[in-house]
């Protein structure tokens, strides 16, 4: 059972890591681009190119949420 949980505990570092936002992007990011896929919206370099604009898409807004002034 205790190798159980450290494996676990491993893939949860490993996905999740420090920011829980970004993994979240991720699979929405991925969602997305199986949506386009399954409705044959683009070919093959279209979706590479959906895909990778998602995630640097959600990595800006997630480094723009986390550099932001706190409010008082």
Known sequence: MKFLKAFGQFW???IIGDDWKIAVAVVLALGVVLVAM???LFGDVGLTLLG???IVVAFAISLAIDVRPKRR
Do not use: C, S, T, V
Request: aromatic residues 22%.
């Open 12 to 14: 949860y570092d490993f």
């Open 38 to 40: 399954k409705a044959n």
């Open 52 to 54: 990778g604009a998602a």
